[in-house]
């Protein structure tokens, strides 16, 4: 979405102080030994970064509530003796109460069914989709910075391409006459569509790594150029990395909740999208239960926002310009 | 400058080509096909009837002659003026121009209060947050709440606590249900109220991105050689705060460009939520009822509408930023 809302946090965070990998210690490291000193080296960066992370508030507390969500969608289901879509479950309509914890839906759906099913399913879109977005943005950027030259401008050129093209409506167009059967299917979609920004961040990463002399040496020493990308510049902005699939992951999330939103997601699931687009359809605002809609709607909002307040963390870990304490 | 612009322009002709092109692909290639969906619709029971409704439609939609042939026709209806887009099944006859044209305006009068304005109180609100600890630690928790929040959901709220609650605003359609358009006080009232909370929906989401945005920058901005540079020369801070302010805001404007996309998306939820007869609720109806004309219809207008959008902040941002002018550096295409 498209590059949808990944966009807001992810051009902050390529435009604002973002990690610099390019200025990180390995770097400098590596110019005497690339082989050698290079995995000692990494693995005690690694475990400083581990240790910054486990004492940033942002950090763990966004982590948690994504955790604690993941763990929900995993187990929540067991703990339901209805499914998701089951109606007359309870009375109709119901508030939430101790026999219904999130009470019921207009024709008497659970809801706490509903939001462990569509929670479970909404990781399952969205790390798909952000695997996918990540793979082929990081691939587009990665060889479009280190080869340079006609290729650069090639892909370059589709990514820009890609990037004016309103992802989203597009998508609608596609699912719309392919009609998603499943969440790998809209996986795929999402992922074959939102991956540009990364390709453009990745590459202006790449190329600034391309230029190092730790890089030269490697291509000297007759590394073969897919090593060269996966041993000697993907460490090197390994946080970068990191961070880029974090903003996917959200990214993600908002494009399969819209999807579901406007009835273009699976058959047969259960989504939070997919809950908001009942509420809204079965009128659940003029009908007053407020907890058909709110739930999900805060459970969307709860997960991308921990994933963006993550990210706001990592940043100052990865950074210590940003560290404040 | 020519140079930039010019390579934008190739860019927006490419992406107009792809956008066709796939639009017009996608009905032709795809499995399942609307014209005997449409006629199987029917119901009809003799087989030649069929057969001759499926012909009628055929000629109609322009399906019966070479496929290179309804590649060129489909683009030589694009240029012709009007441009033809078809007919739409879902309120059949009625042309896809013509519903779309209808929609237009309820959708630009969302859009474009709601782009600008969020963009502008964004920044506004963004810039001030910047190293101003007591505003930054209540700015940047909201923002970050405002826009991890989904379009539909804040719709669905406002509709439900604005709408329904306090009942102080309409949450349905563009206008009430008694009165017709025209131009008289009460109807323009009527269409006053029943804008604000989908506007509100649509600037709220879009200001956070902004705040967010404006503010780092700065922040950037304000640790720069130049600033420090300025400041150990005794420049006075509100100075260097304006410096800082307007180099940040070259990365908005082209950050205005690329969030086109997502306030459009934003739109078309709002626009199903409140039911307002936009392009976004139009292009609903489309879905559900599998008008694939209307749909390509809408999609060829949006895209064009996009490339247009990007088009003028390109020029805009040529007057900016003195650098694109002269060939120097600046926006990267």
């Known amino acids: 979405m498209t590059d949808m809302k990944s966009s807001p946090a992810g051009r902050s965070g390529?435009?604002?102080?973002?990690?610099?990998?390019?200025?990180?210690?390995?770097?400098?490291?590596?110019?005497?030994?690339?082989l050698g000193a290079a995995p000692a080296l990494a693995g005690r960066r690694r475990s400083e970064m581990l240790y910054f992370a486990l004492r940033n508030p942002k950090v763990i507390l966004g982590l948690s509530v994504i955790v604690a969500f993941l763990l929900f969608g995993l187990l929540g289901p067991l703990f339901s003796e209805f499914g998701p879509r089951e109606r007359n479950a309870g009375p109709l309509g119901a508030a939430p109460s101790s026999d219904f914890w999130l009470g019921t839906t207009w024709t008497g759906q659970d809801v706490f069914t509903q939001l462990a099913h569509g929670t479970r399913a909404t990781f399952q879109v969205a790390l798909m989709a952000a695997a996918i977005s990540a793979f082929i943005g990081m691939t587009m950027g990665f060889v479009a910075g280190y080869r340079g030259g006609r290729l650069d401008e090639i892909l370059m050129m589709i990514t820009n391409i890609v990037l004016v093209l309103p992802v989203f409506v597009v998508v609608i167009v596609v699912t719309a006459y392919l009609g998603i059967s499943n969440t790998a299917t809209q996986a795929l979609v999402?992922?074959?569509?939102?991956?540009?920004?990364?390709?453009?961040?990745?590459?202006?990463?790449?190329?600034?790594?391309?230029?190092?002399?730790?890089?030269?040496?490697?291509?000297?020493?007759?590394v073969r150029t897919l090593s060269i990308i996966r041993r000697e510049i993907a460490p090197n902005m390994a946080s970068y990395l990191v961070m880029t699939f974090i903003l996917l992951f959200a990214g993600a999330i908002v494009f399969a909740a819209t999807l579901d939103f406007l009835n273009l997601g699976p058959r047969g699931g259960m989504s939070l999208g997919l809950m908001l687009q009942q509420a809204n359809q079965q009128a659940a605002m003029s009908l007053g239960l407020w907890w058909w809609f709110v739930f999900p709607g805060a459970a969307i909002t709860a997960i991308t926002g921990s994933a963006y307040l993550t990210n706001v963390g990592l940043d100052e870990v990865f950074n210590p310009k940003l560290r404040e304490m | 400058m020519g140079r930039y612009l010019g390579r934008k322009g190739l860019i927006y002709a490419l992406t107009l080509f792809v956008a066709v092109t796939i639009n017009w692909m996608l009905p032709r290639f795809m499995p399942g096909d609307p014209i005997s969906d449409m006629v199987s619709r029917a119901g009809l029971r003799d087989p030649e009837a069929a057969a001759r409704m499926q012909a009628y439609y055929e000629n109609l939609f322009g399906l019966d002659v070479p496929i290179w042939q309804q590649y060129l026709n489909y683009w030589g209806s694009l240029f012709s003026w009007p441009p033809d887009l078809g007919i739409s099944m879902w309120s059949f006859p009625r042309p896809v121009g013509d519903l779309v044209m209808g929609a237009l305006p309820y959708t630009l009068a969302l859009l474009i209060p709601a782009i600008l304005l969020s963009w502008y109180v964004g920044n506004k609100l963004g810039a001030l947050a910047a190293r101003r600890k007591a505003l930054d630690n209540t700015v940047l928790p909201v923002s970050y709440l405002l826009t991890a929040t989904p379009y539909m959901w804040l719709a669905i709220l406002l509709v439900w606590f604005g709408g329904m609650q306090l009942g102080w605003f309409p949450s349905s359609r563009a206008y009430s249900g008694n009165l017709v358009p025209e131009f008289s006080m009460s109807f323009i009232g009527s269409l006053a109220l029943h804008w604000v909370l989908p506007f509100l929906s649509l600037f709220l989401v879009a200001l956070g991105g902004w705040a967010i945005g404006m503010r780092n920058l700065v922040i950037y901005e304000l640790e720069s050689d130049y600033s420090n540079y300025l400041g150990a020369l005794g420049a006075p801070p509100r100075l260097i705060r304006k410096y800082a302010f307007r180099n940040a805001m070259l990365p908005q404007i082209t950050g205005l460009a690329l969030q086109l996309g997502v306030v459009l998306t934003g739109n078309i939820v709002t626009e199903v939520v409140f039911n307002y007869p936009g392009l976004g609720l139009l292009l609903l109806n489309a879905i559900t009822s599998t008008d694939f004309f209307l749909l390509q219809g809408i999609v060829l207008f949006v895209v064009i509408g996009v490339l247009i959008c990007n088009f003028v902040i390109d020029i805009v941002y040529v007057w900016v930023d003195p650098r694109t002018r002269t060939g120097l550096q600046g926006a990267s295409a």
């Open chain 1, 14 to 34: 390529a435009a604002a102080p973002a990690p610099d990998p390019a200025s990180a210690a390995p770097g400098q490291t590596a110019t005497t030994d690339p």
């Open chain 1, 190 to 222: 999402i992922g074959l569509f939102n991956w540009t920004w990364v390709a453009r961040a990745v590459r202006a990463q790449t190329l600034s790594l391309r230029a190092r002399d730790f890089v030269d040496l490697a291509r000297l020493s007759g």
